[in-house]
């Protein structure tokens, strides 16, 4: 549930701080005195953030019956805490980082979304929980801001070695069922304890007659509370998730081969036959195939010079020409825009789903191969296109790829934060107040 409470200032102030330094942060009237807890470069860290930070840790560890340090420790580590962001802040204002009132907003709207409100509705909602809206919002820029300086700091800057990604993969492929989780249903044909040939081959049958039924469509979950001698027979089969690593070794060596949806050949075991089918699968890559198109366009981006009608008007006689048997990649060479396809005729390659704005994917979509697009308008300008081909491409080893990287990459995050943390802590002039 989104919900946040703030405890009174008064009453955090007594939990929180010694009753010196609580009397001396207050006028003769009762009224609270800001001032300047630490000086960082060339900003400050002001007393009442300090104040609001630390009430707000300290409600949320009553709430969670957590048990804090004690109070001169809590301040001292939430003041070192404001210090190392307002460093943060001061570099992310250097090097231009800013959020916008739109992205801000499509942060704030995701937020709703997620909690099942409103966006307009989340101001009074948090009036109730004693939020002020302007202050959440204040926080939640200085968030964003603070995670795109550490996508830029250190994220971006993680290297990975071919090497790392081959190792990554390597071990995904040796261990791929105890890095996956599965989730399982399975039908049980059992045979008596000592049982003979007979009763193997009569339960062999009737294994093989329900796993040919599945074979042709049948619902696994029926047939498993008719034939199945399993514990979760009358569940339909259902094993729920499991945990690669903990999977029967029977079990271990079969749906590695396996991919969601799939149902295994009858097993045989001691006790009898076991048919499996997995449901979901979590971890190692499972195979992957998508939809590309591979396209050809010319853009004409309307200017000082060039208008709008002027630019729609130039692709509609570009058009005619190719109709009429010009080339098109020669054309393109001399009038589109783009200077990541003019020079190779227009030819964008091969293509996934999303890499074009939403108003040229639409018109690449729904154009058949071979035929030239009308003029249209995209936020980039002026286009004609054609589709030249589609294909489905297995795209398990792109995915096995970037996976890794980021496992890789990961696996080196914290590390690197602690340490660019550091650097940028000692590089600073810091002089507390307090």
Not at 19 to 44: K, M, R, Y
Not at 107 to 134: C, H, K, T, W
Not at 333 to 352: C, I, R
Request: hydrophobic letters at 40%; glycine letters at 6%; proline letters at 3%.
């Amino acid at each position: 549930m989104f919900k946040i409470k703030y405890l009174s200032s008064a009453i955090a102030l007594t939990l929180a701080l010694p009753p010196a330094i609580a009397q001396e942060e207050l006028s003769e009237t009762g009224v609270f005195l800001d001032g300047v807890a630490a000086v960082v470069n060339e900003g400050v860290v002001m007393k009442s953030e300090l104040n609001r930070q630390q009430d707000l840790i300290i409600m949320r560890a009553t709430e969670a019956q957590m048990q804090l340090p004690p109070a001169h420790i809590l301040r001292e580590q939430v003041l070192e805490r404001l210090i190392i962001e307002e460093i943060q802040m001061q570099r992310a204002a250097r090097i231009g980082i800013q959020i916008s009132d739109q992205m801000l907003n499509q942060a704030i709207a995701q937020i709703a979304q997620s909690n099942n409100m409103r966006f307009e509705d989340l101001p009074a909602l948090l009036a109730q929980d004693g939020v002020d809206y302007a202050e959440y919002r204040r926080d939640m820029r200085r968030q964003m801001i603070l995670e795109q300086l550490k996508r830029i700091d250190v994220v971006n800057r993680i290297s990975v070695s071919p090497r790392e990604v081959e190792a990554c993969i390597a071990d995904l492929e040796d261990n791929a069922v105890a890095n996956s989780n599965y989730n399982l249903s399975h039908i049980f044909i059992s045979v008596p304890d000592s049982a003979t040939n007979e009763q193997f081959q009569q339960a062999e049958d009737e294994a093989r007659d329900v796993y040919n039924q599945l074979q042709n469509g049948a619902d696994f979950g029926a047939l498993a509370i008719q034939h199945s001698d399993g514990d979760t027979a009358l569940q339909g089969g259902e094993l729920g998730w499991r945990p690669g690593g903990q999977l029967p070794s029977l079990f271990f060596d079969v749906v590695g081969n396996m991919q969601t949806g799939d149902v295994s050949e009858p097993i045989r075991a001691v006790s009898g036959y076991h048919i499996v089918k997995i449901n979901e699968l979590q971890g190692v890559t499972q195979k992957s195939e998508i939809e590309q198109t591979r396209v050809r366009h010319i853009l004409i981006t309307p200017d000082q010079i060039i208008d709008e009608q002027t630019a729609q008007q130039r692709l509609e006689d570009a058009r005619e020409r190719v109709l009429a048997g010009e080339d098109f990649g020669e054309i393109a060479k001399l009038l589109s825009d783009d200077p990541g396809s003019a020079n190779d005729g227009g030819e964008m390659g091969w293509t996934n789903p999303g890499e074009f704005v939403p108003e040229f994917e639409e018109v690449a979509d729904n154009s058949e191969i071979g035929v030239l697009s009308e003029p249209f308008r995209s936020r980039f300008g002026w286009h004609i296109l054609e589709v030249l081909d589609r294909r489905t491409y297995d795209n398990t080893e792109d995915l096995k790829q970037s996976n890794c990287i980021q496992r890789v990459r990961n696996g080196k995050l914290n590390n690197e934060t602690e340490l660019w943390v550091r650097r940028i802590r000692d590089e600073a002039f810091v002089e507390t107040k307090i």
